[in-house]
């Protein structure tokens, strides 16, 4: 058994079932975990304002890597260990190319999430019904998003974008990926997501790895989706969940229940607890 010390678990389709609980044997889990010393964080596409209660008032959890891995912020503090945002003039670029399709877009900036008035209007009928409740509350509403974006050029970390189907999608990916130096991927049915060149997941939390101390080995992740797909590559023991898309189970070093069975807390039994 591997001497884990950090724990990176995504959030959606990982820790959190279809109803977007953290049930109590996973909880438990956790918690068995953090007891035994061990660095248990969230790994989530979220900015830093939308890191879920169930973490923020977990014992022990100290940090939250977010945005994809464009920021690990210690969470007592508010004290950035990896920031990795946009270069500005880059992020405007990517803007313009990508506003002619039609899409629900956000933008994560210096830890909270921004739209266009007209984009908030749009995330009912681009997003699926178990995220709306959540991206309507933590999503604000901007006039001018062009020159907001302006203000706060040093702050972007992330493009988070819905849209209507595939092709559109798909379009707008290619369209943007061919012009642009960004991270593209995704977490869920017809969204993209883009960061700065080289921001993953994987990146970030190797990062705090080294910050503390800790070796490559020592690090394993949990997720289920193509923004996941870094992080468990490039942790020493990446564990793909059962409901995961078919390149990330191929990608991880082992797979488990799905998130509606408790597959973070097989995980952590297997592989921290040994139980």
């Known amino acids: 058994m591997q001497d884990i010390r950090i724990l990176g678990l995504d959030l959606d389709g990982t820790v959190f079932d279809d109803r977007k609980e953290i049930t109590p044997r996973t909880l438990a889990a956790m918690r068995a975990a953090i007891d035994r010393g061990v660095i248990v964080l969230p790994a989530t596409g979220r900015p830093v304002s939308g890191v879920p209660e169930q973490f923020l008032h977990m014992q022990g959890v100290r940090y939250a890597l977010t945005s994809n891995g464009a920021t690990v912020t210690e969470l007592a503090t508010g004290r ?109 049915g017809c969204n993209l997501e883009l960061n700065a060149p080289g921001v993953t997941k994987g990146q970030a939390l190797l990062t705090l790895a080294e910050t503390l101390g800790f070796s490559r080995d020592q690090v394993m992740a949990c997720g289920d989706s193509d923004n996941d797909l870094a992080m468990l590559r490039m942790a020493g023991l990446g564990v793909a969940m059962g409901n995961a898309e078919p390149e990330v189970k191929q990608a991880a070093d082992a797979i488990v229940a799905d998130n509606n069975h408790d597959g973070v807390a097989e995980a952590i039994d297997r592989f921290i607890l040994g139980l």
Do not use: Q
């Not at 405007?92 to 190319?97: E, G, K, N, P, Q």
């Open 80 to 188: 950035r260990l990896v920031e990795l945002t946009f270069d500005a003039e880059e992020a405007m670029r990517i803007y313009d190319v990508l506003s002619p399709f039609e899409c629900a877009m956000s933008i994560f900036i210096d830890g909270k999430t921004y739209t266009s008035t007209e984009n908030l209007e749009r995330l009912e009928k681009f997003c699926p019904p178990a995220l709306l409740p959540y991206l309507k509350e933590s999503r604000m509403g901007v006039d001018d998003m062009h020159g907001f974006m302006r203000r706060h050029a040093h702050g972007i970390e992330k493009f988070s974008i819905l849209y209507a189907d595939y092709a559109t999608r798909d379009a707008a990916r290619k369209a943007v990926t061919s012009c642009c130096r960004v991270e593209a991927t995704s977490s869920l």
